[in-house]
């Protein structure tokens, strides 16, 4: 499975970029590789208010409906509206075109999985 | 700790890198290369699935039609030599025990095959109506079962034939060797296309999808079976019938005989003349939003009906279900509504074929 080295990630299989203020989120390739083509992207507006964990989209692949979690508190600031029409983006790049949302951060998260801690997850 | 079965291809599938589920008690397929690419490979060219976990089954005895007549909704009578047909097997109450094909090889000699779900009971119901003196043996365990399915799958099957079996009709069956292996190839399947079902050895099993596979036949997963099956129509036990459904409530009295009396033929009948109070209808979503199992179909924020079973289908690229609804809301082509994580999504009432008739 491909880990970027330069991102950070979570034991929900989201993975974070973060740049100034800015979190870019998505899902890991793991995450897409089990839930198998994605076919429905459900996303929240923009400005919604999210703590650490919450719940703010949802991915429907062929096989299950699956939460997204916020890894960061912030706010959205945009969501990646390629994925309406096109959300196969998240099979084909999970970590570029098919970025998912970017939310503005209130505080830069400390708890954040670095890559080696994710691949030891994922090899567990 | 139960025994997980493992079919006479397991081996191949690990090797092949296929995503490995339970089912039914058998570790199985679910996915090589996405339920997507699958379908597509079974709607344009051939693409083969593993399902020996299904019971195979052997009848024999001089009474044999006699118990099959008693026992299954069809009309044994209509069977040749080398012919099959699509059947039920029901309770007293009309509801059904199983759905299966039954293959008549000679007047005293006949296969059945039913789903892996059901195998054990299934027997343990055959057998208690047995004053036939009828033998019944289970080959499961002693055979693989491979459906090769698509446009192409005829073609490919021939060319690895010692014999011409392209001229074999749609549910029918014959002896053949296939890729060194004697095979029962039927002209059955479960996808809505062309193609055989074969029942080969257990120990033929390997080199058969191997030269399969070498013919281009693309394997596929129990998921994309799945898919196939809902665009083709057709039920699956456990969603579009159970022991608390009756075959006229999912649509299913075209395998029901009008004139003989079964198991099951009473109440069958009557829900027939009567009319039944939920029918099986096919759910089109206007969206690719996924309708699954359970949700609630809604007209103008009234229920009227349940999911039985839902897939993203490539083939129409939106939401597709079968739901049961209220006979009185079953019309085809009117809108309803799915109600996924609490929101109403637009969908409409449709034919459960979804697939352009061929």
């Given amino acids: 499975m491909n880990v970027p080295k ?33 076919v429905y992207v459900d996303l929240p507006s923009p400005g919604r208010a999210l703590i650490q964990g919450d719940s703010f989209g949802t991915i429907e692949s062929v096989k ?10 912030g706010q959205i600031a945009e969501t990646n509206t390629a994925l309406e029409g096109a959300s196969e983006l998240i099979n084909q790049d999970p970590y570029g075109q098919g970025w998912i949302a970017k939310i503005t951060l209130d505080e830069v998260p400390t708890d954040l999985l670095d890559p080696d801690a994710y691949q030891a997850l994922l090899s567990e | 700790m139960p025994v997980i079965l493992k079919t006479p291809l397991h081996e191949d599938h690990v090797k092949l890198g296929a995503k490995m589920v339970e089912f039914a008690g058998w570790d199985m397929p679910v996915q090589y290369a996405g339920v ?5 490979a079974v709607r344009e060219g051939a693409g083969m699935f593993d399902v020996s976990h299904m019971g195979r089954t052997w009848f024999r005895g001089d009474r044999v039609i006699e118990l099959l007549e008693l026992l299954t909704t069809n009309d044994i009578s209509k069977l040749q030599d080398g012919g099959s ?3 039920l097997l029901c309770y007293k109450n009309g509801t059904c025990v199983d759905d299966i094909i039954v293959y008549r090889i000679s007047d005293t000699v006949f296969r059945m095959v039913i789903n892996a779900s059901n195998r054990e009971k299934d027997i343990a119901w055959i057998q208690s109506h047995n004053s036939h003196s009828v033998s019944l043996t289970d080959e499961t365990f002693e055979t693989a079962m491979i459906a090769v399915q698509g446009p192409k799958a005829v073609g490919i099957v021939n060319s690895l034939a010692d014999s011409d079996i392209s001229e074999t009709p749609r549910f029918s069956a ?36 191997g030269a399969l596979l070498d013919s281009g036949v693309a394997p596929c997963g129990l998921a994309s079976r799945d898919v196939l099956r809902v665009e083709a129509g057709l039920p699956l036990y456990g969603h579009e019938l159970s022991d608390q459904i009756n075959p006229i409530e999912a649509g299913l009295g075209w395998v029901v005989s009008k004139t003989k009396r079964f198991i099951g033929s009473e109440p069958i009948n009557s829900m027939r003349a009567a009319g039944p109070p939920r029918k099986l209808v096919g759910i089109k979503m206007s969206s690719k ?35 049961f609804v209220e006979s009185s809301e079953a019309t085809l082509d009117q809108p309803c509504e ?12 449709v034919s459960k074929r979804f697939m352009p008739k061929a």
């Fill in chain 1, 6 to 38: 330069d991102l950070k990630y979570t034991k929900s299989h989201e993975w974070v970029r973060i740049e100034g203020d800015t979190a870019t989120v998505g899902i890991t390739d793991y995450a897409q590789s089990e839930l198998g083509d994605i």
């Fill in chain 1, 64 to 73: 299950t409906v699956s939460d997204i979690y916020s890894p960061v508190k």
């Fill in chain 2, 36 to 40: 997507i690419a699958e379908s597509k």
């Fill in chain 2, 85 to 87: 047909q699509y059947s």
């Fill in chain 2, 174 to 209: 014959v002896e053949a060797t296939i890729a060194g292996s004697p095979a029962f190839a039927a002209r059955t399947g479960y996808t809505g296309e062309d193609g055989f079902e074969l029942i080969v050895p257990a120990d033929h099993a390997t080199e058969v999808w």
């Fill in chain 2, 289 to 323: 939003i996924v309708p699954r199992e359970g949700y609630r179909v809604m007209r103008k924020g009234r229920e009227i009906g349940t999911v039985s079973s839902g897939v993203f289908s490539p083939m129409l690229d939106c939401g597709i279900a079968f739901a």
């Fill in chain 2, 338 to 349: 799915v109600e996924v994580r609490e929101k109403a999504h637009p969908a409409r009432v």
